[in-house]
């Protein structure tokens, strides 16, 4: 859940500040990174927490220490089943929250770790899951220095949960602020979406469809690099569209920017087995999780030497500029078709479901 | 993708559309019904009002079971599911469809057993994997899907399974087509047929909507250059001045229907005298129950079932948008009260009620100063 304020609230943390969350009780959806969990965060949390005026939310918080300006972000992972093709709730916690700060404009430099364990739960797949996050932090870089466990009864907790936090120094020549984007920039896409999330759909085994997929989840920071190495003065947003999806993140950005975000459907990367999948059971590729891609708006000169780095680096080929920035739709996202049809794509609302009849 | 791609082809969709353009010309509004949910989701899609005339008005139909489902119905599907030990299966298309005490997304929050399966025979999977329970299955939809309820009925007969029921809420096409053309404020000129329901029934059913009501219908696929496809077949029977049933989606439909599928159902089902529909009211002999000899998968017969009728708010117009007379955007609730998020009526639940399609893909590309600035 992004809970993070972008920029160091002005405002000290308020226990009366007036809040405008009138839910009357917390549902899936408020989790499920769409329209309810916006609304829960910007109802409630931000009010409260962020200050009277916190600024668009962001992937992680600029926080400044005696003149030095950090990052810091936190995530927690409730996924299940917790090992999938492609990836396993260690490596999540780990890549999530290096994603979340590398889309921030900064690199993971310490994580700490906090686990709660369902009691029953074998050692073998708790071990296995700690040597994942052990993998995943020497890949990325990134020390583990602390950490906390806590154990709940049997059958109150789905086996393991793991929330990561961490701090990132920022990396030098990249700025990212929703309010700078502006009308003819360009909409980047570092590659194929819906992996992560249909993954999951289809490794639960509710549904008796099989395909040859893996989740994407990856540490997006070498791309980012990438990217800011040839296009950084361009890049004025980064986002990792997780739970919610592309569709949601750039809802939130046309929101935030006030500015209307046209993608081209035929330019935007969607495996195959991903699109039948979702052909089949009634979603919006847009609107599925991606764990290890990211979005980015850059201005339209960058545009072409932005693509050319991302698609010669590893794991970039299938990058791809998938859209731009117009006046119009103003706060809203719009997809259109090379036969000339366009729709509406709103945030996710509630928890995608897949539709039979 | 084989199967889909070929019907999105760019230039065979200009093709079509330019085809249109031509048969509706510009001295004639011509205002078609498309029957089927599946159709009017497809149109916001694929943004295929964009492409289209304006003197061609496609009207959304009655075909979305999950919005056509009175609320009592649910209220009483989850007073069932209220009793101790029972576990409520149903498609993730009900999940959301609010009851007068919540969705059953909402009771799920609040503890009751809620589970969304993918298919009937999934809920009686559920049911052996769960003996200690009862599951019971609340199933919606159209002759589509009740050939699946019936299969899996008769095999939980076979299997002697005793903790499995079924809510039955499933209705049949026919009769609300009918009550559409009887409704006096109603003036059609052809109707886009239904297509997954047609691969049940077959296009025979729809003859005396030609016969009778000169009214020409063209059954069609969900794809893009189906539609168009259909729009051009209706166009050219309306300029001859015929009125006959002709099928588009030969790929998938059988003229006949299915046949196994029918069997299924006949020994499963009877119409019931009648049933509730919402917006449009009590319809004769328009939905199915489970007959006698499957009394003890009837969930209606095996629990006390409250028997709950609930008025829709009166604000909500709901009856009016199904049956084509309002724009989802006419209703005084449509945005305000009545949302994707927080539905008041049920067209705005399912993505194939017109109300949320509209909402979700159409409603803020309307207000938009200038439609050129952006295509």
């Known amino acids: 859940m992004r809970l993070e304020a972008s920029t160091a609230p002005a405002a000290v ?125 020497r890949d990325a870089g990134v020390r583990i220095p602390a950490g906390d466990t806590k154990v709940v009864e049997h059958g109150k907790a789905d086996q393991m949960y793991i929330t990561t936090t961490g701090i990132g120094r920022l990396l030098r020549g990249v700025n990212v602020d929703p309010r700078s984007v502006r009308v003819g920039d360009r909409i980047l896409l570092s590659g194929p979406i819906g992996d992560h999330g249909i993954t999951i759909l289809l490794a639960r085994g509710e549904l008796d469809l099989e395909a040859d997929l893996r989740s994407d989840t990856r540490s997006v920071l070498p791309l980012v690099e990438t990217l800011i190495h040839a296009a950084g003065p ?63 708006v850059v201005s339209p000169e960058y545009a072409d030497v932005a693509i050319n780095a991302l698609c010669l680096a590893p794991g970039g080929s299938e990058a791809q500029v998938i859209g731009e920035v117009r006046e119009q739709p103003a706060g809203a996202v719009l997809v259109t078709t090379l036969y000339g049809g366009s729709r509406i794509v709103d945030m996710l609302v509630g928890d995608p479901l897949p539709r039979i009849c | 993708m084989r199967f889909v791609d070929e019907f999105r082809e760019p230039e065979l969709i200009s093709k079509t559309a330019e085809e249109i353009r031509r048969l509706a010309g510009t001295q004639r509004h011509y205002r078609m019904m498309e029957v089927c949910g599946g159709h009017t989701h497809a149109i916001y899609r694929f943004g295929l009002k964009d492409i289209l005339p304006e003197n061609i008005e496609l009207i959304h139909g009655p075909g979305c079971p999950v919005c056509v489902l009175p609320m009592g119905r649910i209220d009483d599907g989850l007073a069932i599911a209220q009793q101790p030990d029972v576990i409520f299966a149903a498609f993730g298309d009900m999940m959301r469809v609010p009851g007068t005490q919540g969705s059953p997304l909402e009771h799920k929050a609040r503890g009751m057993d809620v589970r969304i399966v993918y298919s009937p025979s999934d809920a009686l999977k559920l049911a052996r994997l769960n003996p200690e329970k ?161 009394a003890e998968f009837d969930a209606e017969q095996r629990f006390e079932v409250p028997g709950i009728r609930v008025t829709d708010p009166k604000a909500a117009q709901c009856g009016e948008v199904l049956k084509g007379v309002l724009k989802p955007h006419q209703c005084k609730l449509f945005g305000r009260e009545c949302t994707p998020e927080h539905p008041v009526g049920a067209l705005m639940v399912s993505s194939e009620g017109s109300c949320a399609a509209y909402h979700n893909y159409e409603h803020r590309k309307a207000a938009m100063v200038s439609l050129g600035s952006i295509a």
């Open chain 2, 134 to 294: 009862h599951v019971m299955f609340f199933a919606i939809g159209f002759e589509t899907t009740a050939p699946s309820t019936a299969l899996t009925m008769m095999r939980a007969k076979a299997e002697g399974i005793r903790n499995f029921s079924v809510f039955c809420n499933h209705v049949t096409i026919i009769p609300a087509i009918r009550a559409i053309l009887d409704s006096p404020d109603m003036r059609l000129d052809a109707f886009i047929g239904p297509g997954h329901v047609s691969t049940v029934i077959g296009c025979r059913p729809y003859e005396w909507i030609a016969q009778n009501e000169s009214k020409p219908i063209v059954v069609s696929g969900f794809e893009p250059l189906d539609m168009l496809q259909s729009i051009v077949m209706l166009l050219r029977q309306l300029r001859a001045g015929e009125a006959k049933v002709e099928n588009q989606y030969k790929r998938v439909v059988p003229w006949e229907g299915n046949r196994a599928a029918l069997k299924a159902m006949a020994e499963v089902f009877q119409l019931r005298p009648y049933f509730e529909w919402r917006g449009l009211g009590f319809i004769s002999q328009s939905a199915l129950r489970i007959n006698d000899k499957y």
């Open chain 1, 234 to 296: 361009g890049i004025r947003w980064m986002r990792d569209p997780t739970r919610g999806g592309a569709a949601t993140s750039l809802n939130e950005l046309a929101r935030d920017c006030g500015l209307g975000m046209v993608l081209f459907e035929d330019q935007i990367p969607v495996r195959d087995t991903v699109r039948g999948a979702c052909e089949l059971l009634g979603l919006d590729p847009l609107h599925i999780a991606n764990e290890g891609q990211f979005l980015a």
């Open chain 1, 13 to 137: 943390v308020s226990d009366s500040a007036p809040t405008r969350f009138r839910d009357p009780q917390i549902e899936m959806a408020h989790g499920a990174g769409g329209k309810a969990s916006r609304k829960l965060v910007e109802g409630l949390f931000a009010p409260l927490l962020f200050g009277a005026a916190p600024g668009p939310l962001g992937d992680a918080a600029h926080v400044d220490l005696n003149g030095t300006t950090v990052a810091i972000t936190t995530d927690s992972f409730v996924v299940k089943p917790l090992s999938f093709p492609g990836g396993s709730i260690g490596e999540l916690a780990v890549n999530g929250t290096v994603n979340d700060l590398a889309v921030s404009g900064a690199k993971a430099e310490a994580l700490v770790v906090s686990y709660v364990l369902e009691a029953g739960l074998p050692t073998p797949i708790l071990e296995a899951e700690v040597r994942a996050m052990a993998k995943a932090a």
